[in-house]
């Protein structure tokens, strides 16, 4: 079955500190894909970065950077230099097929992540 | 654009009432889902389509009816209402099977007394 565990529940940080956030899953696909999405005190979901798993690239964009592992089935997110705009729940999601030949997404749990001025 | 819209944004219910969230995309959208969100359990999968007249059941579908009869539409719908169903509710949906990212409506948040 699909997972997705983020187990930091909660991470608070000063300003200008780097941080990051854990993501492990499990899938019994090959063909798979990964997400991030910011949700801020406002409650909007905001769509982050999408990673296939045959592309086991970091990739960064500014402040934020992704390490995909396949062998740790990890997906990590770090930000760097935090700043308070970036306070906000960070959620890891897993897409693949379920039975029937469908895709869905699942997930985690989600991060608090409180960054002090 | 509009997006994906969902209404109402607020609603309040009591115990054994029925109702339907409504839930549109104007993106030509197959793939919709409904999600919902309560403290310290993430993002749920209720329900998902991936396309007019397929639906299926989430992790979570128990309580909540769904149907698809046009790629615009996914209501959800609440057909006698716990306080167990008390939640923050979203609605998302992805160009085909979601490969690419959700785009997620504002949700709306469900009290049940």
């Known amino acids: 079955a699909q997972k997705v565990t983020q187990a930091q529940t909660e991470i608070s940080v000063v300003e200008k500190e780097d941080v990051t956030l854990d993501c492990v899953y499990e899938?019994?696909?090959?063909?798979?894909?990964l997400f991030w999405y910011k949700q801020p005190p406002s409650g909007e979901l905001v769509f982050l970065i999408r990673r296939n798993s045959f592309d086991e690239q970091n990739e960064i964009s500014g402040r934020y950077s992704w390490n995909f592992q396949k062998s740790t089935s990890s997906f990590n997110f770090t930000i760097t230099a935090s700043q308070v705009v970036d306070s906000a729940v960070y959620f890891c999601?897993?897409?693949?097929?379920?039975?029937?030949?469908?895709?869905?997404?699942?997930f985690g749990t989600g991060t608090k992540l409180q960054v002090i001025p | 654009n509009a997006g994906v819209t969902q209404t109402p944004k607020f609603q309040v219910l009591k115990t054994g009432q029925s109702m339907t969230l409504q839930c549109a995309q104007d993106m030509n959208h197959e793939y919709m889902s409904w999600y919902r969100q309560d403290p310290g359990m993430g993002l749920r999968l209720i329900h998902y389509?991936?396309?007019?007249?397929?639906?299926d059941q989430g992790e979570v579908p128990n309580g909540y009816n769904v149907s698809r009869s046009t790629t615009e539409d996914f209501p959800l719908r609440l057909l006698s209402a716990a306080p167990s169903q008390t939640s923050v509710y979203f609605c998302?949906?992805?160009?085909?099977?979601?490969?690419?990212?959700?785009?997620f409506g504002s949700g709306t948040q469900l009290s049940v007394l």
């Open positions: 998302a949906s992805s160009p085909r099977q979601p490969n690419e990212k959700l785009f």
């Open positions: 899938t019994r696909d090959t063909t798979y894909y």
């Open positions: 999601a897993l897409s693949d097929v379920v039975s029937g030949g469908y895709q869905k997404v699942t």
């Open positions: 389509s991936v396309g007019a007249g397929i639906t």
